[in-house]
């Protein structure tokens, strides 16, 4: 099982770094929004419907993207765009802060198919935004991907080790407040190394207010996973899907992702553009 998860993970991640590096952002924004349409069928199953209408709705959530992309494109100024990168962001960012994190603490329990569909947009679509923005700047987009994948691989190992007190345990049994912790440390000594290598192509990243950035996406991706952890359990399943072997479905692969890019979205146009 584990030289599943590796082999996928090694696959995914070599196909998604290609992209990123040699994809013209036309381009980019497709894979993505490919990626983003396959979470949206699997969004569907999490919310009980039918295939006709997880194909629907994954059609749905695809054609968003792509108008998006054309209309910013070719009938806005880079200052509409802007305005309009920073509106998206700053609602995504209310809906994890204000909706997603007392859904998780409290537990709610929606199956309006509406509602549903609404809040599944808010879960993909900003973070594709995001990342389609963000590419123009390759390096920039990898080194804050980066800052979750650290935190997830940081809380997994030290949950592990030391986790004893849990975190959500009617949400998600598996996460611990040790392994919390073990993120934050992670993100930290990231932060540290990113220093020591003064990397030319990353010069915003080298200023003290980048940490509480880098501390902000690390909470909001544990939101994240707690969210569709929680989503899964309503559903009564182990994963989003079954496309990744090793790994389950592609949201269980961007949970946190979804919820942390539109915040480093959002930081990319405000902190690290100064």
């Not at 991640?13 to 983003?36: G, K, Q, R």
């Not at 199956?111 to 700047?137: D, E, F, I, K, N």
Request: net charge positive; with cysteine; aromatic share 12%.
């Amino acid at each position: 099982m584990l030289r599943q998860r590796i082999l996928t993970a090694a696959v995914v991640l070599l196909v998604a770094l290609a992209a990123l590096f040699w994809f013209p952002n036309a381009a980019w924004s497709l894979f993505v929004a490919l990626v983003t349409t396959l979470g949206a069928w699997e969004w569907g199953r999490l919310s009980g419907w039918r295939p006709l209408a997880r194909v629907a709705y994954a059609v749905v959530i695809g054609a968003s993207c792509i108008a998006i992309f054309i209309a910013l494109s070719h009938g806005a100024t880079a200052v509409q765009q802007e305005r309009f990168d920073l509106a998206i962001f700053g609602i995504a960012l209310a809906f994890w802060v204000c909706i997603a994190l007392p859904w998780i603490a409290w537990r709610w329990r929606l199956r309006s198919p509406p509602a549903l569909a609404l809040v599944g947009w808010w879960v993909l679509v900003p973070a594709w935004l995001a990342a389609t923005r963000m590419q123009l700047q390759p390096a920039l987009l990898l080194a804050l991907l980066v800052v979750i994948w650290i935190a997830d691989t940081a809380a997994y190992f030290a949950g592990r080790r030391f986790g004893r007190n849990k975190l959500a345990p009617l949400v998600s049994p598996g996460k611990t407040w040790e392994g919390v912790a073990g993120a934050f440390l992670g993100v930290v000594v990231y932060f540290m190394v990113l220093g020591a290598l003064r990397i030319p192509a990353l010069p915003e990243l080298l200023r003290w207010p980048v940490v509480a950035v880098f501390f902000a996406m690390t909470a909001l991706g544990i939101v994240g996973d707690l969210f569709e952890s929680w989503m899964k359990r309503e559903a009564g399943v182990k994963d989003s899907g079954t496309l990744l072997p090793g790994h389950g479905g592609v949201l269980d692969r961007i949970d946190a992702l979804t919820a942390s890019l539109p915040l480093a979205g959002f930081a990319a146009l405000t902190i690290l553009a100064r």
